[in-house]
């Protein structure tokens, strides 16, 4: 018997891949079933999934249809995962809402920051440290340091927003940084940033993060669409 999250790793690329155009009719239950060897209350089961990132619409009494085109952010969290590739004007904007998000986020922070947001941002400091000299990957400490800031605006919407950010992108910043320089040049980037927060300098902590985000965007956008 498969799982559901099973399920739905077949039939997402299944889906993508015969490239269907928006509200185009998709296989039936009954077809899905067959080629997956399920059975018809687990292809339900997996479609409803589906159904609730918007990837897909059942119609009553007329079947299985592409919404691709409306696919919730958590779908593209999920296709990266699954290791489809997003457009280059899918990259473009997602990265474009991380900044509008963070350079806001920041700003909060700076203003609402409490002593155990500065007490975790300086703990995952010192283990980028410790990561340095040991040789010991920064992807996910990357993800800490960012989402620690997001997290000091005490608004837990926004951390959820920005951390599907970060569920897209674990494996292309596993790549990113492999490079120690790189490794290196980030951690004295993120130790301005907090310092700014710290001081809650509004000002000086978005240009730091601006700066930082730019930094190495031109390199993401290679990366993930190369």
């Known amino acids: ?15 993508l891949s015969r490239g269907y155009a ?15 060897r ?32 409306s696919a919730s952010i958590e779908a593209l969290a999920l296709f990266a995962e699954l290791g489809i590739p997003l457009s280059r004007d899918e990259i473009d904007q997602t990265a474009e809402v991380r900044r509008i998000q963070e350079l806001e986020a920041i700003r909060l ?19 980028w440290d410790h990561a ?18 997001v997290s000091a605006t005490q608004n837990s919407v926004l951390l959820r927003l920005v951390n599907i950010f970060y569920l897209m992108t674990v494996r292309q910043r596993e790549y990113y940084f492999r490079d ?24 000086r902590a978005a240009d730091l993060l601006g700066a930082h985000l730019v930094s190495a965007g031109s390199y993401w956008h290679e990366l993930i669409v190369g």
């Open 1 to 15: 018997m498969k799982e559901p999250h099973a399920l739905v790793a077949e039939l997402v690329p299944f889906l």
């Open 22 to 36: 928006p509200h185009e009719r998709a296989p039936s239950e009954r077809e899905l079933a067959e080629r997956f």
């Open 38 to 69: 399920a059975s018809r209350p687990q292809v339900r089961e997996a479609l409803s999934v589906l159904e609730a990132l918007r990837v897909i619409e059942r119609r009553p009494k007329s079947g299985i249809y592409m919404t691709t085109e």
């Open 109 to 127: 922070a700076c203003r609402r920051h409490r002593e155990e947001d500065i007490d975790a941002l300086r703990r995952c400091l010192a283990e």
């Open 132 to 149: 340095l000299a040991t040789g010991g990957p920064v992807g996910e400490l990357d993800r800490d340091f960012h989402c620690g800031i």
């Open 180 to 203: 120690r320089e790189r490794c290196r040049t980030s951690d004295a980037q993120h130790r301005r940033i907090f310092q700014a927060v710290l001081e809650r300098d509004e000002d």
